[in-house]
């Protein structure tokens, strides 16, 4: 594949195209939405974003070994958009390199939520990206081994590497 000796080639080359498109994404969430504070879907959390104990294991884990708290919310991301988690790592560090990460956090958790009828709303998605990081990360991958059955070793909700997850 050739690239073109543009300066869209450049960019090209340098920022995938999935990454491109969520910086386009998230500075459309910053123009329309950020303010937004409309709750929109019906359904509660199982674990709201203050609910860190319901899972002491990833509590820790996410507080004393921010890498594999990364590695959680990378993998979290996958769920969230369908798309793969290496793709999600990308997107997530150039949408942060323009500072517009926390933007792209507030389009991803509003697909989230979306996706499972949660309440919230986009100025709340936003707000959690912006300054309740580990507390979201802990609610949402909670939420998402309820909502998907997943499984996070050493983790999972039930504090085991095996057995079936239950809501706590």
């Known amino acids: 594949m050739?690239?073109?000796?543009?300066?869209?080639?450049?960019?090209d080359f340098m920022i995938p195209k999935d990454a491109q498109q969520a910086v386009k994404e998230s500075f459309e969430f910053c123009k329309t939405s950020l303010f937004n504070t409309t709750e929109d879907g019906s359904k509660e959390w199982d674990h709201g974003v203050f609910s860190?104990?319901?899972?002491?294991?990833l509590t820790l884990a996410v507080i004393c070994c921010p890498?594999?708290?990364?590695?959680?919310?990378?993998?979290?991301?996958?769920?969230?958009?369908?798309k793969s988690c290496e793709t999600a790592f990308v997107n997530g560090m150039v949408t942060g390199a323009v500072c517009l990460g926390p933007c792209y956090y507030g389009v991803v958790r509003g697909q989230f939520r979306k996706k499972y009828g949660l309440k919230g709303s986009p100025c709340q998605d936003w707000l959690c990206g912006c300054c309740l990081g580990p507390c979201v990360l802990c609610s949402e991958?909670?939420?998402?081994?309820?909502?998907?059955?997943?499984k996070v070793p050493f983790l999972n909700l039930n504090g085991g590497s095996s057995g079936k997850v239950t809501p706590a």
């Open 2 to 11: 050739a690239y073109a000796d543009t300066s869209d080639g450049c960019i």
């Open 52 to 57: 860190c104990f319901n899972n002491i294991p």
């Open 67 to 82: 890498c594999w708290g990364s590695c959680i919310r990378y993998r979290n991301m996958e769920y969230m958009t369908g």
């Open 141 to 150: 991958t909670n939420q998402l081994m309820v909502s998907q059955g997943i």
